[in-house]
């Protein structure tokens, strides 16, 4: 990656820290019920990165927060942490199988529902007994919801970009 690809990749980390804590602040119904405004960085970087770097985008994106809002060595940060993983390597298969059959929110929404599925998992194998099939619904319309909104975002981001040249698709 060259010198600039890795300055806008640290850019992409530091916009979604930010994004990920003003997220944090905002009252939600449920602990995994969040917007997901850190997801724009992600899909952008999927875009334009590909798997490997999304993947480390959502990480260092995820511990950052946590260390900042003081959810480090938590449960939140274990469900966070999961979530995170399982977004960027659904929209990095995403991106691999369907590299022109799916839109900037389709990808968005797809590593939201995956975000909410492995974060329903862990809190799973933590509290066994939770009765999360009485949330998967809910949570899975949410995650169509937040995804396709984020997704919305981040593809009006990468547009208005685009004319810059700040942002090129990545060879997947």
């Known amino acids: 990656m060259s010198v600039a690809g890795n300055r806008d990749l640290t850019i992409l980390i530091l916009t979604a820290t ?7 602040l905002i009252p939600r119904p449920l602990p995994f019920m969040k917007i ?7 899909v952008i970087a999927v875009v334009k990165y590909g798997f490997l770097k999304t993947l480390e ?3 260092l994106r995820a511990f950052a ?9 938590t449960p939140s940060f274990l469900l966070s942490i999961s979530g995170a993983a399982v977004s960027a390597v659904v929209m990095g298969l995403c991106i ?6 799916l839109s900037i929110p389709g990808l ?8 909410l599925w492995g974060q329903l998992i862990v809190a799973g194998l933590l509290l066994p007994g939770l009765p999360l ?3 998967v619904l809910l949570l899975t319309l949410w ?20 004319d810059s040249g700040a942002l090129r698709k990545a060879e997947c």
Not at 36 to 42: P, Q
Not at 65 to 73: E, R
Not at 96 to 101: M, S, T
């Open 57 to 59: 985008l959502n990480l």
């Open 65 to 73: 927060v946590a260390l900042i809002t003081g959810l480090l060595a």
């Open 96 to 101: 691999k199988a369907l590299p022109d059959g």
């Open 18 to 24: 930010a994004l990920g804590v003003l997220d944090s």
């Open 36 to 42: 997901g405004l850190a997801n724009v960085a992600a």
């Open 108 to 115: 968005s929404v797809a590593g939201a529902v995956a975000s």
């Open 133 to 135: 099939q009485n949330i």
């Open 143 to 162: 995650g169509v919801i937040s995804g396709a909104a984020v997704g919305l975002l981040a593809q009006k981001t990468m547009g208005r970009n685009r």
